[in-house]
């Protein structure tokens, strides 16, 4: 075998390579360019072959082509403490505590929010989580227009974010890296808001869902949010593409009408669990982000609930907390299929809870 170095390898015209086939190897100490785009110029139709990569440029990351669908590659590890963090924030309570979701264990303490709240909706980034909206006791009744953001890679208080337009409660939320979005609130409207992450700032209008309702769930992958179920034991499944604005579109339906749902995600699919449907649901359902359709039994959580709260890594989703209240955390492997097992413990038993990660299928 011989080596034949190259430092600009072009075609004759110079636009293109030539293509080379059998095993071939480069060694460099540079680097190569991939093609690039935006997230409305993938390519898509026939000719595309499973390992294709391009560069995103509206998320500044790679893409890989996956047979069916452009997956992203994470660039950057949202790592801490051997795996994703998972943070929960809430349910009766001003307490935010994290688990790491790729081991088992029980929660620990993070910091606190600026007020006992239930009903919040919480998104993430892979540095920034933000928790808005939501209802509190202390000092008076009152419902909500406050969001708020942790930096996950250290632990401590809040910090303001920003403001809805008006209260916020029994909403739900997802992002992908670079934008968060919040639909519903509790007089069942069908609003949808979103806020950049990276920055602060006020929510500002994306569209409405396809019903009035609240008490529903969210997750997302890096094109689409997903918002299912929801008040009235709602069996509605809508989509929206969160670079853009505009309202939601019919995706299908979940297998049970329920509301107060919880929903977390992988970059292929959403996981749904738990509700009332329209007593305690231990029903865990799953859809194909990228397709359009009902979703398929998943499985079941060790314990039936509604009120309760989800996140994820790439691999696993956890559901912590919920009605009762509960202080039970569930793990499932999302790729696969079959009953959630036990992952440890909240800190107290609570309801009404909101939970994000940084390291979710939107990322």
Same mark, same amino acid.
């Given at each position: @075998?011989?080596?034949?170095?190259?430092?600009?390898?072009?075609?004759?015209?110079g636009?293109?390579?030539?293509?080379?086939?059998?095993?071939?190897? $480069?060694?460099?100490?540079?680097y $190569?360019?991939?093609?690039?785009?935006?997230?409305?110029?993938?390519?898509?139709?026939?000719?595309?072959?499973?390992? @294709?990569? #391009? $560069?995103?440029?509206?998320?500044?990351?790679?893409? *890989?082509?996956?047979?069916?669908?452009?997956?992203?590659?994470?660039?950057e590890s949202?790592?801490?403490?051997g795996? /994703? #963090?998972?943070?929960f924030?809430?349910?009766? *309570?001003?307490?935010?505590?994290? +688990?790491?979701?790729?081991?088992?264990? =029980?929660?620990?303490?993070?910091?606190?929010?600026?007020?006992?709240?239930?009903? @919040?909706?919480?998104?993430?980034?892979?540095?920034?989580g933000?928790?808005?909206?939501g209802?509190?006791?202390?000092p008076?009744?009152?419902?909500?227009?406050?969001?708020? $953001?942790?930096?996950f890679?250290?632990?401590? =208080? *809040?910090?303001?974010?920003?403001?809805?337009? /008006?209260a916020?409660?029994?909403?739900?939320?997802?992002?992908?890296?670079?934008?968060?979005?919040?639909?519903?609130?509790?007089?069942?409207?069908?609003? &949808?808001?979103?806020?950049? &992450?990276?920055?602060?700032?006020?929510?500002?209008?994306?569209?409405t869902?396809?019903?009035? #309702?609240?008490?529903l769930?969210?997750?997302?992958?890096?094109?689409?949010?997903i918002?299912?179920?929801?008040?009235?034991?709602s =069996?509605?499944?809508?989509?929206?593409? !969160?670079?853009?604005?505009?309202?939601?579109?019919?995706?299908?339906?979940?297998?049970?009408?329920?509301e107060?749902?919880a929903?977390?995600?992988?970059s292929?699919?959403? +996981?749904f669990?738990?509700?009332?449907?329209?007593?305690?649901?231990?029903?865990i359902?799953? &859809?194909? &982000?990228?397709?359009?359709?009902?979703?398929?039994?998943?499985?079941?959580?060790?314990?039936?609930?509604?009120?309760?709260?989800?996140?994820?890594?790439?691999?696993?989703? !956890?559901?912590?907390?919920?009605?009762?209240?509960?202080? +039970?955390?569930d793990?499932?492997?999302?790729?696969?299929?079959?009953?959630?097992l036990?992952?440890?413990?909240?800190?107290?038993?609570k309801?009404?809870?909101?939970?994000?990660?940084?390291?979710?299928?939107?990322?």
């Amino acid at each position: @075998m011989s080596n034949t170095k190259f430092s600009n390898f072009k075609s004759e015209d110079g636009n293109t390579g030539p293509d080379l086939v059998g095993i071939t190897s $480069f060694t460099s100490p540079y680097y $190569f360019v991939p093609p690039s785009g935006t997230t409305a110029q993938r390519p898509s139709g026939e000719g595309l072959t499973p390992g @294709m990569l #391009r $560069f995103n440029t509206d998320i500044g990351r790679l893409e *890989v082509w996956r047979n069916d669908h452009w997956a992203t590659i994470l660039g950057e590890s949202p790592n801490l403490d051997g795996g /994703a #963090r998972g943070v929960f924030g809430g349910g009766s *309570v001003n307490v935010i505590e994290y +688990v790491t979701i790729s081991t088992l264990g =029980n929660a620990q303490d993070f910091g606190d929010l600026t007020a006992t709240k239930v009903g @919040m909706a919480a998104c993430s980034s892979s540095t920034r989580g933000v928790f808005g909206g939501g209802y509190t006791n202390v000092p008076a009744a009152t419902f909500l227009n406050v969001i708020e $953001f942790i930096t996950f890679s250290s632990t401590g =208080n *809040v910090q303001d974010f920003g403001d809805f337009p /008006a209260a916020r409660y029994g909403l739900s939320a997802c992002s992908n890296s670079t934008r968060g979005v919040f639909g519903s609130n509790y007089i069942t409207s069908n609003t &949808i808001e979103y806020i950049t &992450i990276s920055s602060t700032g006020n929510a500002v209008s994306f569209g409405t869902l396809s019903s009035s #309702r609240y008490v529903l769930s969210s997750c997302s992958s890096s094109t689409r949010g997903i918002f299912g179920g929801g008040s009235g034991s709602s =069996n509605v499944i809508d989509f929206i593409t !969160i670079s853009t604005t505009g309202n939601a579109v019919d995706f299908g339906d979940l297998s049970v009408s329920k509301e107060a749902l919880a929903a977390c995600s992988n970059s292929t699919r959403g +996981v749904f669990g738990g509700g009332y449907s329209p007593s305690t649901s231990n029903v865990i359902d799953f &859809i194909t &982000i990228s397709t359009t359709g009902n979703a398929t039994d998943f499985g079941d959580l060790t314990v039936s609930r509604g009120y309760l709260s989800a996140c994820s890594s790439s691999t696993r989703g !956890i559901f912590g907390g919920g009605s009762g209240p509960s202080n +039970v955390i569930d793990y499932i492997t999302i790729l696969s299929v079959g009953n959630a097992l036990d992952f440890g413990d909240l800190s107290a038993s609570k309801s009404q809870l909101s939970a994000c990660s940084n390291g979710h299928g939107g990322l």
